[in-house]
């Protein structure tokens, strides 16, 4: 039997409320939520004065294992997402070999159970390829398809840019469909323009005119009309333009919606104002766009038209990031501080404390249909996360915990603080000491 666990007297916050309550942890699971008299066999945690938010489920996050372990891997990313509050994570298929059979799939589950420090879940890649394999497929076999990534392996290989493929998979995929969305012959041309301009080493500042508003846009509706056409269950995967959130939907629940979406947390946090600070190290596909643009996706977030926030953590060592333009690669780590950029924003009075749990956790799960997961209810799983919204820290070298050892957000002072993260009733972090006895286990989920 695992350790009980008693947290006494906190401020929850679930399901669009926040009340001050007792929660009893017990084999995994939320036992009991109310007035709960301890007894001898429970630990104490007294939570006056603090926050108890859902576990967070990170939507896409890119971990590197197996085959890209110098970058980061299912260990040393997984202790960076539990000390940053993260209990769950979706990992997406660009890792080597590509995840484009179940056998590779399955190949990651066994890493993840012997590594993980949280639940995950994976996709399934899906490209030209393998487009007739993968709509054979027994579709609970894995939580959604996506083609986020694979692009780097192969050119031709984004969905958004292959009409013919994506009409195919629309007609005939039943699992959730979730795309990166730039079109890329758009992109190549623009290359193609500041290239004979300045050679191999574009200023960065040009990336978002280069990935531009246009190649997203223009993807995004062609992707959501194939989508209707067929009835498909479309995912748009990190949502960087304004244009694009007034292609979403609000006027109904997200359990009914066959079209979703999502925002990365550093399109919300950075914009184009930041590449002459930071150049290459916030360079991302889809690129990071202006402050408009940025505000336009908060407020979407905020109006229900993006329905989860997500990082695509993403790293990537020093060295491979700070290269000329053209071979700086994509993405940055982010998973550690989700939850604390977010709560930044609480502070700043544009967001409530409900609404990101809503956002991070209990939208993850309504969308991805994970069951038991992402709602503190008793009977649900003890994934769950101590925040402490007075105490502040800088982050730095020194307590940056992924493999890569660097963030786009050094030097940044957060005015909260991650204290304590259980994943299935297992106190993994506490005040930065890592319980590693046990591991996180597979997401279960409804597929079809
Ligand atoms: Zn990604």
């Known amino acids: 039997m695992q350790k009980g666990y008693l947290i006494k007297n906190i401020s929850i916050v ?107 879940s994976f996709f399934l890649g899906v490209n030209g390829d393998n487009l007739d394999e993968v709509l054979k497929l027994d579709t609970s076999k894995f939580i959604g398809v996506s083609d986020d990534g694979l692009y780097f392996t192969k050119k031709g290989n984004l969905l958004a840019d292959n009409p013919a493929t994506m009409e195919k998979l629309f007609a005939g995929c039943k699992s959730i469909i979730a795309i990166h969305s730039e079109k890329e012959q758009i992109v190549e041309e623009n290359e193609a323009i500041y290239k004979a301009k300045y050679g191999e080493d574009v200023p960065v500042e040009f990336h978002p005119i280069i990935r531009s508003e246009k190649a997203c846009f223009e993807a995004t509706k062609r992707a959501i009309d194939l989508a209707n056409k067929y009835h498909a269950r479309l995912h748009i995967l990190h949502l960087t333009t304004e244009a694009e959130t007034h292609l979403f939907r609000n006027d109904i629940p997200l359990d009914k919606k066959n ?85 930044e924003f609480y502070k700043q009075g544009l967001i409530s404390l409900e609404q990101i749990a809503e956002k991070m956790s209990h939208n993850v799960a309504i969308l991805y249909r994970m069951h038991q997961r992402g709602f503190i209810r008793e009977a649900y799983f003890a994934d769950l996360v101590i925040v402490d919204l007075d105490s502040s820290w800088t982050v730095s070298k020194e307590n940056i915990l992924y493999k890569c050892g660097w963030s786009p957000c050094e030097g940044t002072r957060f005015q909260t603080k991650i204290v304590q993260t259980f994943v299935n009733g297992n106190l993994v972090f506490d005040n930065g000491i890592f319980d590693e006895s046990l591991k996180g286990v597979a997401i279960e989920f409804t597929n079809q």
């Not at 009340?19 to 007294?46: C, E, F, R």
């Not at 925002?263 to 184009?272: I, T």
């Open 259 to 343: 079209i979703t979406t999502e925002v990365s947390v550093h399109h919300l946090w950075f914009s184009d104002e930041d590449y002459n600070r930071l150049g290459t190290l916030i360079k991302w596909n889809p690129a990071i766009k202006t402050k408009r643009d940025k505000e336009g996706l908060l407020k979407a977030l905020l109006d229900n038209r993006i329905d989860i926030v997500t990082t695509d953590h993403a790293p990537h060592t020093l060295e491979e990031k700070q290269r000329p333009y053209f071979q700086s690669m994509s993405g940055a780590p982010m998973v550690q501080h989700s939850l604390n950029i977010m709560l």
């Open 14 to 120: 679930n399901e669009g409320q926040i009340k001050v309550n007792d929660l009893l942890i017990a084999d995994g699971i939320i036992q009991k939520i109310g007035t709960i008299y301890s007894s001898p066999d429970h630990t104490v945690i007294d939570g006056t004065g603090k926050y108890l938010f859902p576990g967070i489920i990170d939507g896409q996050v890119h971990f590197r294992d197996p085959g890209l372990t110098h970058k980061g891997d299912l260990h040393s990313e997984t202790r960076a997402a539990v000390a940053g509050g993260v209990t769950g994570f979706i990992d997406m298929p660009n890792t080597v070999p590509n995840v484009l059979t179940v056998e590779i799939l399955e190949e990651k589950y066994r890493i993840a159970a012997e590594k993980s420090l949280a639940n995950y």
